[in-house]
């Protein structure tokens, strides 16, 4: 005798599981944009708070195990998608400023000198945008090059090339701007 095994989801089951692809699939389209992870930081907390509770709902409430099971797997697949996402944006983006850095130290070995603009490394201003975004900075002053692009991950902070050190360093848009000031009103 063969006997089937079949899931029975009620109806609030299926409606939380669909709400929730529903919530994911906009949080992977709207966070897994360009410079726009930092949004995932605001709604760290509310899903930090779900989850604890459907962990609650796993374990205390066995009726509802496995919809509430269904929506984290969700949950868990859409913030995998998101790193993954980001982590593309984040390495295609330094694998093309890596490309431009060579032709700087390429040309700053040939003629002893930093390029004035990277329009004459061959570079059009149309592949620098496509490749390092809008806001990419890059000036030759008194001899020395500093390329900079924002990080992919959010629109505040930079990676900045150090040709002296020949490594990227991390800049936040908060110590560059001092915008967290921690000194009292008074030292300042």
């Not at 945008?129 to 390329?147: F, I, P, R, T, W």
Request: with cysteine.
């Amino acid at each position: 005798m063969t006997e089937d095994v079949r899931f029975h989801l009620s109806r609030e089951a299926k409606r939380k599981i669909y709400s929730a692809t529903i919530m994911a699939v906009i949080a992977v389209l709207t966070v897994g944009q360009r410079h726009a992870g930092f949004l995932l930081l605001l709604g760290g907390l509310p899903l930090m708070v779900w989850l604890t509770w459907s962990a609650w709902v796993i374990v205390r409430r066995p009726y509802a195990r496995l919809g509430q099971l269904i929506c984290v797997t969700v949950w868990l697949v859409a913030l995998a998608l998101l790193a993954g996402i980001h982590w593309v944006w984040h390495q295609t983006t330094r694998r093309d400023a890596n490309e431009i850095v060579k032709a700087i130290d390429a040309h700053t070995a040939s003629y002893g000198r930093c390029p004035q603009y990277l329009e004459n490394l061959g570079f059009k201003r149309a592949v620098l945008v496509e490749k390092l975004g809008e806001n990419y900075v890059y000036a030759c002053n008194a001899g020395s090059a500093k390329l900079a692009y924002v990080a992919t991950f959010t629109i505040f902070d930079t990676y900045a090339y150090d040709f002296e050190k020949d490594a990227w360093a991390y800049e936040s848009w908060a110590d560059k701007k001092k915008f967290v000031d921690t000194r009292p009103p008074g030292m300042k």
